[in-house]
T-cell receptor
Framework: GENVEQHPSTLSVQEGDSAVIKCTYS??????FPWYKQELGKRPQLIID?????GEKKDQRIAVTLNKTAKHFSLHITETQPEDSAVYFC????????????FGTGTQLKVEL | DGGITQSPKYLFRKEGQNVTLSCEQN?????MYWYRQDPGQGLRLIYY???????QKGDIAEGYSVSREKKESFPLTVTSAQKNPTAFYLC?????????FGSGTQLSVL
């Protein structure tokens, strides 16, 4: 089955700096890669996603890049703010895979003032 | 708020006891999922159901059981066979490949 690895497990940045979280996946048939944000005590929520026919996608201060050849994808957050502090999860799934998402182990991002 | 309701928020299990976690959705989604969240281990899939009266095991199904008698409901039973049940349990439904999560149930062992 699919295996998703996520790094780093914790990340601390200064407010205004950029943050990058990286994930690799094992199944070359995976074609959908979402990112979820979970604030402390709250449910995970989708923040951005990308499909395998696209190399990059941006939404204001967040962007996701995908390298299908290397089987890795990354989340980029620019101009970080304290409200960006949360746990971020990457995930992967494939068409015909029963709509199952396989998640990474999460990255605890802390934005310091 | 979200359309996925989980109850209770906190649950305590005694040795040898089965407990059931409730999950209800009003989003009219066919697919529903149960994930277990442990610190440092991300979200691991327990069971999922793509349609009423059908469900499949996920990656860590041992010690758990589910039913899907109604589209809106997907309860999870943590049986006495699950020796390490302490975790945060998240229910979700899927609409257009996007997961919508409930607010979770924290299960602890007395």
């Amino acid at each position: 089955g699919e295996n998703v690895e996520q790094h780093p497990s914790t990340l601390s940045v200064q407010e205004g700096d950029s943050a990058v979280i990286k994930c690799t996946y094992s199944d070359s048939a995976s074609n959908y890669f979402p990112w979820y944000k979970q604030e402390l005590g709250k449910r995970p929520q989708l923040i951005i996603d990308i499909r395998s026919n696209v190399g990059e996608k941006k939404d204001q201060r967040i962007a996701v890049t995908l390298n299908k050849t290397a089987k890795h994808f990354s989340l980029h957050i620019t101009e970080t703010q304290p409200e960006d502090s949360a746990v971020y999860f990457c995930a992967a799934s494939k068409a015909g895979g029963g709509n199952k998402l396989t998640f990474g182990t999460g990255t605890q991002l802390k934005v310091e003032l | 708020d979200g359309g996925i309701t989980q109850s209770p928020k906190y649950l305590f299990r005694k040795e040898g006891q089965n407990v059931t976690l409730s999950c209800e959705q009003n989003l009219n989604h066919d697919a529903m999922y149960w994930y277990r969240q442990d610190p440092g281990q991300g979200l691991r899939l327990i069971y999922y159901s793509q349609i009423v009266n059908d469900f499949q095991k996920g990656d860590i199904a041992e010690g758990y059981s589910v039913s899907r008698e109604k589209k809106e409901s997907f309860p999870l039973t943590v049986t006495s066979a699950q020796k390490n049940p302490t975790a945060f349990y998240l229910c979700a439904s899927m609409g257009g490949e996007k997961l919508f999560f409930g607010s979770g149930t924290q299960l602890s062992v007395l």
